[in-house]
């Protein structure tokens, strides 16, 4: 059940025996994918970060965590931190789709959360001047770059995105290639992770 304001997040449990812990977003991608059943851990990552970076223990909390069903063209894959489409910070659109509100050292979204049943988008407009995307990015690992007229915030449960030129895309930090569309969904309590 996703998370509700004012409400305890997760349940504390003895520490799985079987528990496989990922050292990135990118590998507890790939074991969400595998089974999202499994007894997952992690010790780093964004998503890592978004829980409170906790070392490992026992006994562990068990937090439900959304995960993000991500369309690329014709393919489809399970993220659990971020998508990011961008050529570069210094000019043209770029697309953040965040479940959680870091992005390495960028509090990109942060109002983020990763079991709220929905993701944030953050979207800098392609007509964003030079000096404005180097304030703006000065702000990023403080959260400050937002609210900002060029920049343009919301959340959602499902979004999709057409670009005229095909846009290299990363998710959960690693180069998928490049994307002409970009669909994105939320699966709510898609799995859990033990800390």
């Known amino acids: 059940m996703t998370i509700r304001r004012g409400e305890e997040w997760g349940t504390t449990v003895a520490r799985p025996p079987d528990l496989l812990v990922a050292s990135s977003d990118a590998d507890l991608a790939q074991f969400v994918t595998a089974d999202p059943t499994r007894a997952l851990g992690t010790t780093a990552g964004d ?3 978004a829980v409170g970076s906790p070392t490992p223990r026992d006994p562990v909390q068990r ?7 991500v369309t690329i063209d014709e393919r489809t894959l399970i993220a659990v931190a971020h998508v990011l489409v961008m050529a570069s910070w210094w000019r043209g659109r770029i697309v953040a789709v965040m479940n959680c509100d ?6 990109m979204a942060p109002r983020a959360h990763p079991n709220d049943g929905r993701f944030d ?6 007509r964003m001047s ?9 702000r990023l690992p ?4 937002v609210p900002h007229p060029h920049i343009a915030t919301r959340t959602a449960t499902s979004a999709e995105w057409t ?9 959960d930090g690693v180069a998928i290639g490049r994307v002409s569309h970009l669909a994105v969904a939320i ?3 898609h799995f859990a992770i033990h800390v």
């Open 163 to 171: 670009f005229d030129r095909p846009m290299p895309v990363r998710v």
């Open 63 to 69: 937090l439900p965590i959304d995960a993000l069903v």
């Open 130 to 138: 030079l000096r404005r995307r180097s304030q703006a990015r000065s």
């Open 121 to 126: 988008i953050v979207e800098v407009d392609p």
């Open 142 to 145: 403080q959260g400050t770059h």
């Open 102 to 107: 870091h992005m390495g050292e960028w509090d």
């Open 47 to 49: 998503l890592h970060r």
């Open 187 to 189: 699966s709510a309590d």
